[in-house]
């Protein structure tokens, strides 16, 4: 076998990039030139909510104590009006993203609030895509009107399974005929492009117990699904509580092969087809327009407290803490300008996620020969049954998509090296 651990995040994927490429540009200087003057490219805007109103057993992110989640809406409110009295805001935005966290942990009237100042900042075009990230427990009626009423089209709900045992074991609140039932209310609102986080390979979970999961998500008419493999982090409840044995069993490479490929195929018979490594789409519903913007060489506004983004080529990051750049550019100085290399690598990071990449077109915007550089590599994966080679590209296989952040890393690795 190539891999020995399999990496289950795109994180993985693009780690060794994040360390490479700084074009050692004054930020200051380059985000005066750039903030000041027309967008030289597509744009989507990143609201981050750091605030969960139950944290699940496995989660390592840190919630923060120096916001008050009775005045956020008003912090966030106040970062959407830095951002769009910059020239370069004032072009039509291509989606918009509330990620956290849990963006629905803030009220039903701070959201709307949110909302409509989004909408009286930017140009919003109708039909943009407007996400929203969610469990399910946060969606009411109340909450789902006001999201309607904002424009909000697209939901993420993190459900991560049905059953209610295994809920109980990761900390996730309510039942689970009760987390279908929201969505399928969510969906009568009309939120059409609803889709829901699953997780598999977690404690005392079984092929019976995930093909339940499988049927209830039959039912209930979504628009995609992304599927994880739980990773285990330390210093988490669930890590503190589980045997050495039991983190063996969920280290067994098989067995988390054979719940991937039970979701692959069960819902591949249900009319799902593979978007991205971790994600199912059904019908084209979910289109998920702002990783396409944000991955394909276009800028990320980030809102709020820990929100990461891009500006151009300033790949910065909302840091707790951080200082503005200054007095007239009020953005982070939490970041780098990196080169145009960086940014055609995640390009190229984004369409093998999305499991194929056209290594000529790639070659010409790299100024490098990547069928000759990743030729052995590539051939080594090949026999091995994980990629097939095309006259001009690469796919990955069935057994690819598995190992598809491991593969990733690995071209990405020979790339860097070079450029």
Do not use: W
């Not at 000529?360 to 030729?375: E, I, P, T, V």
Request: aromatic share 8%; proline share 3%.
């Amino acid at each position: 076998m190539r891999y020995c651990e399999r990496y289950k995040s795109h994180h993985d994927a693009s780690r060794k990039l994040k360390r490479r490429f700084a074009a050692g540009t004054d930020k200051a200087e380059y985000l005066a030139g750039l903030l000041n003057g027309p967008a030289d490219r597509p744009r989507v805007v990143y609201l981050h909510v750091p605030f969960c109103n139950k944290v699940c057993g496995f989660c390592p992110f840190h919630r923060p104590d120096s916001f008050s989640r009775r005045e956020y809406d008003k912090y966030l409110i106040g970062g959407i009006r830095e951002l769009a009295a910059y020239e370069y805001s004032r072009a039509p935005v291509n989606a918009v993203n509330f990620g956290g966290g849990t963006p629905t942990a803030l009220s039903p009237a701070q959201m709307a609030r949110v909302l409509a100042e989004l909408h009286n900042s930017f140009d919003i075009p109708p039909g943009t895509e407007i996400s929203v990230e969610t469990s399910v427990t946060e969606l009411t009626d109340e909450m789902l009107s006001a999201l309607k009423e904002g424009g909000v089209n697209r939901l993420s709900v993190g459900v991560q399974t049905f059953d209610d045992a295994s809920r109980r074991l990761l900390n996730r609140r309510g039942s689970g005929a009760a987390a279908a039932e929201r969505i399928r209310r969510a969906i009568s609102f009309g939120f059409v492009n609803t889709g829901i986080d699953l997780i598999y390979n977690y404690p005392d979970q079984t092929p019976e117990l995930l093909e339940r999961d499988i049927d209830t998500i039959k039912s209930l008419n979504l628009a995609g699904v992304s599927f994880y493999s739980l990773m285990l982090h330390e210093g988490t409840p669930l890590y503190k509580r589980l045997t050495q044995t039991e983190k063996a069993v969920m280290a067994d490479l098989e067995r988390e092969r054979g719940f991937f490929f039970q979701i692959l195929d069960g819902l591949s018979a249900a009319g799902f087809k593979v978007f991205e490594l971790t994600k199912l789409i059904r019908d084209g519903l979910d289109r998920y327009d702002y990783m396409r913007v944000r991955h394909g060489g276009g800028s990320c506004l980030a809102v709020g407290s820990g929100a990461g983004g891009n500006i151009g080529n300033y790949v910065y990051s909302n840091s707790p803490g951080a200082e503005n750049i200054g007095a007239d550019i009020k953005i982070s100085s939490r970041g780098r300008v990196v080169s145009d290399d960086y940014m055609i690598i995640d390009e190229f990071i984004n369409e093998l996620q999305k499991t194929a990449v056209d290594l000529s077109a790639y070659s010409r915007r790299l100024k490098l020969d990547l069928n000759a550089l990743l030729g052995s590599a590539l051939g080594e994966m090949a026999d091995g049954g994980l990629v097939q080679i095309g006259r001009s590209g690469v796919r990955l296989t069935r057994d690819g998509l598995f190992f598809g952040n491991n593969i990733i890393d690995e071209l990405v690795g020979l790339i860097i090296n070079v450029v």
